[in-house]
């Protein structure tokens, strides 16, 4: 049965972590504090088999587990959410991209031209992470978007060698 914490408000300026009943923080960023529910996962041995972090930040840790109990492999899987990034053009300025691809399309980014959002006039391709217009902007316009990618990390643990552990890491 997974275990369900749930964060707890702190005052404003602070950056505590809750540790006892509680497995998650509340920390004061510049837009504001941070709510969180972590869930724990366990399998039939009583070994975490995956941390899920949902809210106002979103992650899932994963673990494979040997026969000795050694972790084989860690998993993260990060929701990132940029805010008003600037967008690079294209030469005609019809095609603007992101720094990230593979946009989550379970939330609706935000886009704006010159500091006000814009709903209308353009596609999204949440594939490629490029905002296309349907006619060309000036060249002296500023598009920013924000948008929801995920990032995954993949740890992979070898024990082969007497006396140490090689982690392999890859992003993508």
Do not use: C
């Not at 070994?47 to 972090?53: A, D, G, L």
């Not at 949440?126 to 002296?140: E, H, P, R, W």
């Amino acid at each position: 049965m997974p275990l369900k914490y749930q964060s707890v408000k702190q005052t404003p300026g602070k950056a505590d972590a809750v540790v006892g009943d509680f497995f998650n923080a509340y920390v004061k960023v510049n837009r504001g504090d941070i709510n969180t529910t972590t869930t724990i996962n366990y399998d039939s041995n009583n070994r975490v088999t995956s941390v899920e972090v949902t809210g106002d930040i979103e992650y899932t840790i994963s673990y494979t587990y040997d026969s000795q109990d050694r972790i084989l492999t860690t998993t993260y899987n990060i929701a990132e959410y940029i805010f008003k990034e600037h967008l690079i053009p294209n030469e005609s300025y019809t095609i603007y991209t992101a720094r990230f691809n593979g946009w989550n399309t379970n939330y609706t980014p935000s886009v704006y031209k010159n500091g006000t959002q814009i709903t209308s006039g353009f596609s999204i391709n949440y594939t490629n992470g490029t905002i296309t217009f349907t006619q060309a902007q000036q060249s002296t316009d500023d598009i920013q978007v924000t948008y929801k990618h995920t990032i995954i990390v993949t740890e992979t643990y070898d024990y082969s060698q007497s006396n140490k552990v090689i982690i392999t890491r890859s992003v993508s």
